[in-house]
């Protein structure tokens, strides 16, 4: 069973709306996520990490979390065409600090001029 | 730019090829992993490296995949036999040695094997 699940898989919204990206763990070893996101023919660029219960903003992005419920979000607000691209979840073991990242199955997002 | 660079961008091998790419983490960072991602864009993590010493491998890797990171020189990842099945996306990242510390990843190296 995945261990990190995206939804929804695929997302349109209009220019200048919000976006809303969700994931949730099935392991309460994943202490640490993070939001990355891949235009196509290029590799995943970290967007946020978060760490802690609550929100976490930067700019027109904001991630939550909720440690209990293992589930994160972002939150992308006045969307822009270059907003469209993969949007990864990924997440680390907590005492690990070697840990690779598990990745959730990608949000493929799309924003309509 | 991506601060951890990959090479060849492309890569086209014939089965029973032998298929390199090299990566360049960045500078500084000890820690390193390949991922292969599918055309169903999910990740694999396949090994890491902390310095030059093995950290975690996955089985197909011990078998057909090599891969070593030598101090003052590129790390590399190599299948020694190409199978089609190996047609991906190979991505490099790298980060420091702290639990928080964010990955960065390069552009890739896309391989197909024809």
């Known amino acids: 069973q995945q261990k990190v699940q995206q939804s929804p898989e695929s997302l349109s919204v209009p220019e200048g709306g919000m976006a809303s990206l969700n994931c949730t763990s099935s392991?309460?070893?994943?202490?640490y996520f993070w939001w990355y996101r891949q235009h196509s023919g290029e590799g995943p660029k970290a967007l946020m990490?978060?760490?802690?219960?609550g929100d976490k903003k930067e700019g027109r992005f904001t991630a939550h979390l909720n440690k209990a419920s293992l589930h994160v979000s972002l939150h992308i607000r006045d969307s822009q065409p270059s907003d469209s691209a993969l949007y990864f979840c990924a997440a680390s073991e907590h005492g690990y600090n070697q840990g690779k990242l598990i990745f959730g199955q990608g949000t493929k997002l799309s924003i309509k001029p | 730019n991506s601060k951890v660079i990959q090479t060849p961008r492309y890569l086209v091998k014939g089965q029973g090829q032998k298929a390199k790419m090299r990566c360049i983490p960045e500078k500084g960072h000890p820690v390193v992993f390949w991922y292969q991602q599918n055309k169903n864009n999910e990740f694999k993590f396949l090994i890491n490296?902390?310095?030059?010493?093995?950290?975690?491998q996955i089985d197909m890797t011990e078998k057909r995949f090599s891969a070593e990171c030598p101090s003052n020189s590129p790390c590399s990842l190599e299948i020694q036999s190409s199978e089609a099945g190996d047609s991906a996306l190979y991505l490099c990242?790298?980060?420091?040695?702290?639990?928080?510390?964010?990955?960065?990843f390069g552009s890739g190296t896309r391989l197909l094997v024809i």
């Open positions: 990242a790298s980060r420091w040695d702290r639990e928080s510390s964010d990955y960065t």
């Open positions: 490296f902390q310095n030059q010493e093995v950290l975690q």
């Open positions: 392991d309460r070893n994943f202490q």
């Open positions: 990490s978060i760490f802690s219960d």
